[in-house]
């Protein structure tokens, strides 16, 4: 059994920086894909960015793409999300998972492949 535990956020103005990180424990952290998902209210959870258990390998979605970066450290059980530019389409509780499937499959971004999840950090982001 793995739990995460997401910190980090926060209120921000539009343009600004936060880091999000999820702390890990219970399992062996380095052998999961991890992942951070959003919500924003009224709308489904999407998938944001993933990275591979060695951190060698990312994907975003196109909408953060230049702009957040992923990355973790397996010494400290710790996944990461630096996020610049923020715009206020940014604002949502944002979620850290972890996945057994190796980070290459096409159905990451689906909520179902995830056997782990935290409870989430508020990220708002004013204009």
């Known amino acids: 059994q793995v739990q995460l535990v997401e910190s980090g956020g926060g209120l921000v103005q539009a343009g600004g920086s936060l880091r999000l990180s999820c702390a890990a424990s219970g399992g062996t952290f380095s052998s999961y894909t991890m992942a951070w998902f959003r919500q924003a209210p009224g709308k489904e959870r999407e998938f944001v960015a993933r990275?591979?258990?060695?951190?060698?390998?990312?994907y975003y979605t196109d909408s953060v793409k230049g702009r957040f970066t992923i990355s973790r450290d397996n010494g400290k059980n710790t996944v990461y999300l630096q996020m610049n530019s923020l715009e206020p389409e940014d604002t949502a509780v944002y979620y850290c998972a972890a996945s057994r499937t190796p980070y290459y499959n096409a159905n990451l971004y689906q909520t179902a492949m995830y056997d782990y999840w935290g409870q989430g950090t508020q990220v708002t982001v004013s204009s």
């Open positions: 990275i591979s258990w060695s951190g060698g390998g990312t």
